[in-house]
């Protein structure tokens, strides 16, 4: 019945790592976009509770 589990479990977790990767990728693309387009993009650990960076 479980033969095949690690192997399951195991490309599910693969997949899972692409998926990871990529959404870095397009985080990285978009934030790219925002500064070429003129927007000012901060880090969230500058920003201040008083909204003051």
């Known amino acids: 019945m479980f033969g095949n589990f690690h ?3 195991r490309a599910w977790g693969k997949w899972g790592c692409i998926i990871k990767l990529e959404m870095r990728r397009n985080r990285e693309f978009v934030v790219g976009e925002l500064v070429a387009d003129g927007y000012t993009v901060i880090d969230a650990a500058d920003w201040d509770s008083s909204g003051v960076f």
């Open 7 to 9: 192997l399951a479990i």
